[in-house]
């Protein structure tokens, strides 16, 4: 952190947050860091707000690897992403001066919707149907077809993703020290004529994930990167692997993922 000392705060644009950020700034500058209003120039990236205000914060600043990223959060609670309450400064000061913080990695997952340039997700990705029909997609594992999927959708997670909309379809939950992604299913149809895994599925990185849409099935597809939807119709394939960009975050010493996960869940 000693080589750090340039922040921005990425928040929502109301007067009261507006006031709040005022108070973090004071407090950065008389610790000899400088607020910058341009996340190009940062090297420390702040979300104040709550998980998905983080989310948004990596997105909207690039998925830089070249910076650390924190969140602050405004909800009482602790959540995935966020390691500090913002009424808590004293922790915020401490633990930055008496170095207990380290730097977290977090994987991400690079998207190619068919031939445009490809987007990137820190929790998952999500392809949905749009109205109340299935529809058909096949699915690749690099280059071999694995099954032929029929349902509502599937989600395609981080590790960190594992603990979010994954969880909730009976995902597992993955160390987000293993390189890797997951697929889960949502809701498909089992019977004589399609038929599928029935539970998700872990893939390295060395391996590519195809998802052939059918070319008569739903124009628009609601496709998700974590917490956005993308207005993109008649998407045909979609490419999913694991990008070569991590997500450097703060981490408490006395803060691991799986004493998150315990907090959360347990």
């Known amino acids: 952190m000693n080589t750090r000392r340039n ?6 644009s109301s007067s009261e947050m507006q006031n709040k950020v005022e108070h973090l700034a004071e407090l950065a500058n008389q610790n000899d860091y400088e607020v910058v209003q341009d996340f ?4 420390i990236i702040v979300s104040i707000g709550d998980d998905g205000t983080f989310l948004q914060a ?3 600043t690039g998925f830089r690897d070249d910076c650390l990223y924190a969140g602050i ?3 009482g609670n602790l959540n995935m992403y ?3 309450h913002l009424e808590d400064t004293d922790k915020m000061i401490d633990a930055m001066t008496r170095e207990q913080i380290e730097v ?5 997952i690079e998207i190619q919707l068919d031939e445009q340039p490809p987007f990137y997700a820190l929790n998952e990705l999500s392809i949905r149907t749009s109205i109340t029909k299935t529809f058909i997609m096949d699915i690749f594992i690099d280059q071999i077809h694995f099954e032929t999927f029929r349902g509502d959708g599937i989600i395609i997670a981080t590790p960190t993703g594992s603990t979010a909309y994954n969880k909730s379809v009976n995902g597992a939950v993955v160390d987000p020290l293993l390189p890797c992604f997951q697929v889960s299913e949502l809701a498909s ?3 004589n004529t399609y038929r599928t895994l029935g539970s998700s599925f872990i893939l390295s990185s060395d391996r590519t994930l195809t998802v052939q849409l059918e070319q008569n099935g739903p124009s628009y597809p609601i496709v998700g990167l974590d917490n956005e ?3 993109i119709s008649h998407v045909g394939r979609v490419k999913v692997r694991l990008s070569g960009k991590v997500i450097k975050t703060v981490k408490l010493k006395d803060n691991s993922f799986w004493e998150k996960v315990k907090r959360t869940f347990l």
Do not use: E, G
């Open 7 to 12: 922040i921005y705060f990425f928040h929502a």
């Open 40 to 43: 190009t120039k940062a090297n």
């Open 58 to 60: 990596v997105r909207k």
């Open 73 to 75: 959060s405004t909800t």
């Open 82 to 84: 966020c390691d500090f």
């Open 104 to 108: 977290r990695k977090y994987p991400t």
């Open 189 to 191: 149809i089992n019977n």
């Open 229 to 231: 939807a993308l207005s």
